[in-house]
């Protein structure tokens, strides 16, 4: 599924793209739904990769069921000449040497998609107001939608009066219409009904939240349904950080496994699909609730009987995308899918390696598949280096939103001037983005 929708992904971004797979019927499915080319047999078989071409390939992606076999797939294709590798690895035994492991071995990047996934809710988790929440530049900024509801404060105001009320220090980057997706200028009048993407510092973030009547605590509960990898990740993150957590899964050996993985949190074997059990182990006490099962349906159902008590922050796994976008429709805001938060890691890697070095591109974010947030590394060759962002030329469509320079948050203005080694924030409705440089028309 994953290596299916990466595949997809590239190929829109007008990539020639090659799956290998020993299933024929998975090879023919995706052959069938796209302009892809496809290749039975094993990824460790020379002569399979070889008619794959893979020794011509700019990235090679090996994302079976098996970490060890997409580790070994990945070191053979970087032999016979693939210029950069990439292995899903899932098991958690691997996971503290992933670093050694790709060093050792020649492989470009290891990725674990359940972790990947985990801290995506973690990150949603500490703003419960929030439907979707990244950061950016080592966590110096947030980039976090919300919904204007009827009665906020900010509803019937412009982009500029609005930044104004939160004395300068916050930028609304993109605000979603219905169908529409804007990258708003300053006279831009924000909606009740809005989706709108706010970049700022956290601190400033949670106090505007207030101001605009969207602040909710921060989670101090989570219960959980389902019991997988995903939820060992979460788990241990929001441990960590103090959060009591209630695990329920059906399968009794995982249950003893998670006890004893997961010493402070406290894990219930029963149905987690079971109302009375939902009821009986604090579904109205929680203050978020998480599925995780391995099954949509399921995730989407117990999800949306959460919300009918009204105060939790729910947040269910859902893979298929047209399911996702139903449940939504349905009333639940927030849905995670491990697909998608790998897809944009690793359409990151291939966007940064085509440029020289694979420098400057340091991470990507699709936002309503119409726009982008990326951040980049102001390198040396940067045509506006220095230069006034009011005097810069921007292609339309176009919005910096932050620069971290030596660990400070920079909110731009039009004096702000971009420096060597700066990070910054673009959000951008331009295609396939991949160095700074193409967000300018002329200087």
Same mark, same amino acid.
């Given at each position: 599924?994953?290596?299916?929708?990466?595949?997809?992904?590239?190929?829109?971004?007008?990539?020639?793209?090659?799956?290998?797979?020993?299933?024929?019927?998975?090879?023919?499915?995706?052959?069938?739904?796209?302009?892809?080319?496809?290749?039975?047999?094993?990824?460790?078989?020379?002569?399979?990769?070889?008619?794959?071409?893979?020794?011509?390939?700019?990235?090679?992606?090996?994302?079976?069921?098996?970490?060890?076999?997409?580790?070994?797939?990945?070191?053979?294709?970087?032999?016979?000449?693939?210029?950069?590798?990439?292995?899903?690895?899932?098991?958690?035994?691997?996971?503290?040497?992933?670093?050694?492991?790709?060093?050792?071995?020649?492989?470009?990047?290891?990725?674990?998609?359940?972790?990947?996934?985990?801290?995506?809710?973690?990150?949603?988790?500490?703003?419960?107001?929030?439907?979707?929440?990244?950061?950016?530049?080592?966590?110096?900024?947030?980039?976090?939608?919300?919904?204007?509801?009827?009665?906020?404060?900010?509803?019937?105001?412009?982009?500029?009066?609005?930044?104004?009320?939160?004395?300068?220090?916050?930028?609304?980057?993109?605000?979603?219409?219905?169908?529409?997706?804007?990258?708003?200028?300053?006279?831009?009048?924000?909606?009740?009904?809005?989706?709108?993407?706010?970049?700022?510092?956290?601190?400033?973030?949670?106090?505007?939240?207030?101001?605009?009547?969207?602040?909710?605590?921060?989670?101090?509960?989570?219960?959980?349904? !389902? !019991?997988?990898?995903?939820?060992?990740?979460?788990?241990?993150?929001?441990?960590?950080?103090?959060?009591?957590?209630?695990?329920?899964?059906?399968?009794?050996?995982?249950?003893?496994?998670?006890?004893?993985?997961?010493?402070?949190?406290?894990?219930?074997?029963?149905?987690?699909?079971?109302?009375?059990?939902?009821?009986?182990?604090?579904?109205?006490?929680?203050?978020?609730?998480?599925?995780?099962?391995?099954?949509?349906?399921?995730?989407?159902?117990?999800?949306?009987?959460?919300?009918?008590? !009204?105060?939790?922050?729910?947040?269910?796994?859902?893979?298929?995308?047209?399911?996702?976008?139903?449940?939504?429709?349905?009333?639940?805001?927030?849905?995670?899918?491990?697909?998608?938060?790998?897809?944009?890691?690793?359409?990151?890697?291939?966007?940064?390696?085509?440029?020289?070095?694979?420098?400057?591109?340091?991470?990507?974010?699709?936002?309503?598949?119409?726009?982008?947030?990326?951040?980049?590394?102001?390198?040396?060759?940067?045509?506006?280096?220095?230069?006034?962002?009011?005097?810069?030329?921007?292609?339309?469509?176009?919005?910096?939103? !932050?620069?971290?320079?030596?660990?400070?948050?920079?909110?731009?203005?039009?004096?702000?001037?971009?420096?060597?080694?700066?990070?910054?924030?673009?959000?951008?409705?331009?295609?396939?983005?991949?160095?700074?440089?193409?967000?300018?028309?002329?200087?």
């Amino acid at each position: 599924m994953t290596g299916s929708a990466l595949a997809l992904r590239l190929l829109n971004e007008k990539h020639d793209v090659t799956v290998v797979d020993e299933n024929f019927d998975t090879v023919e499915s995706i052959v069938t739904r796209s302009d892809v080319k496809g290749v039975v047999g094993s990824c460790l078989d020379r002569n399979i990769l070889a008619d794959a071409e893979v020794q011509k390939a700019d990235c090679f992606f090996a994302c079976t069921l098996r970490d060890e076999l997409n580790i070994l797939s990945a070191v053979l294709a970087k032999k016979m000449g693939a210029k950069h590798t990439v292995a899903r690895v899932r098991d958690p035994k691997y996971f503290n040497s992933l670093g050694n492991l790709k060093d050792e071995l020649g492989v470009d990047m290891m990725f674990n998609p359940d972790y990947r996934t985990a801290m995506e809710i973690a990150q949603i988790l500490k703003f419960p107001s929030a439907i979707s929440a990244d950061t950016f530049a080592n966590g110096k900024v947030t980039l976090t939608e919300v919904r204007v509801s009827e009665d906020s404060p900010i509803a019937g105001n412009s982009v500029m009066d609005i930044s104004k009320k939160a004395d300068g220090k916050l930028l609304i980057a993109v605000v979603s219409r219905g169908n529409k997706v804007f990258i708003p200028k300053g006279d831009f009048v924000v909606e009740a009904g809005d989706y709108i993407h706010i970049a700022a510092e956290e601190k400033e973030l949670l106090d505007f939240s207030k101001k605009a009547k969207m602040f909710k605590q921060r989670a101090k509960s989570v219960l959980i349904v !389902g !019991g997988g990898r995903i939820t060992y990740y979460l788990a241990k993150e929001l441990l960590d950080k103090g959060v009591n957590v209630k695990i329920i899964e059906i399968d009794k050996d995982r249950c003893r496994e998670l006890d004893e993985e997961l010493t402070r949190a406290t894990v219930i074997c029963a149905d987690g699909t079971d109302t009375s059990v939902l009821e009986e182990e604090g579904i109205r006490d929680a203050d978020a609730f998480i599925a995780l099962t391995t099954v949509d349906e399921e995730n989407a159902v117990i999800a949306l009987y959460a919300t009918s008590f !009204g105060k939790n922050k729910v947040i269910p796994k859902i893979l298929s995308q047209p399911l996702g976008k139903m449940v939504k429709k349905l009333g639940l805001d927030t849905v995670v899918s491990p697909h998608e938060v790998i897809s944009d890691l690793l359409v990151r890697f291939v966007r940064a390696h085509q440029v020289e070095d694979g420098v400057g591109i340091n991470a990507l974010y699709r936002i309503h598949d119409r726009a982008e947030a990326i951040e980049f590394t102001v390198e040396s060759d940067f045509k506006g280096l220095n230069v006034p962002l009011k005097a810069l030329k921007l292609k339309n469509n176009v919005l910096l939103c !932050g620069v971290v320079r030596n660990g400070d948050f920079i909110l731009p203005s039009g004096d702000t001037a971009l420096q060597e080694h700066d990070k910054v924030l673009v959000v951008t409705g331009v295609k396939q983005v991949t160095e700074l440089n193409q967000i300018l028309r002329i200087l």
